[in-house]
């Protein structure tokens, strides 16, 4: 059964850092599509960072430079560091698989606020 379960989510203040985790079950996650979202209050959901099967990354602009994904193979996680985070850095993260559909967590919250 496949399933990717988020956590790392938290309240921190402006300036400060998280790191989030996605542990992936029923698939092997390095050879598949992995990305980050976060969806605020009232808005869409918005692609935040994603990392290919080579190992290429992206992410959006708002992020670039603070934010970085990576994946640990052995451990069959996904990860995204978060540093100099930002009021308006504040949501839901969901990660997300890409396999024959793609596949998503439940989601992590995170506040930025003092």
């Known amino acids: 059964q496949v399933q990717v379960v988020e956590s790392g989510g938290g309240l921190v203040q402006p300036g400060g850092s998280l790191r989030l985790s996605c542990a992936a079950s029923g698939f092997i996650l390095s050879i598949n599509p992995m990305a980050w979202y976060r969806q605020a209050p009232g808005k869409q959901r918005e692609l935040v960072a994603s990392?290919?099967?080579?190992?290429?990354?992206n992410y959006a602009d708002s992020v670039k430079g603070r934010f970085t994904i990576s994946r640990d193979n052995a451990k069959n996680t996904v990860y995204l560091q978060m540093n100099s985070l930002k009021p308006e850095d504040t949501g839901v993260y969901y990660c997300?698989?890409?396999?024959?559909?793609?596949?998503w967590g439940q989601g992590t919250q995170v506040t930025v606020s003092s």
């Open positions: 997300m698989a890409t396999l024959w559909s793609n596949y």
């Open positions: 990392i290919g099967r080579g190992g290429n990354s």
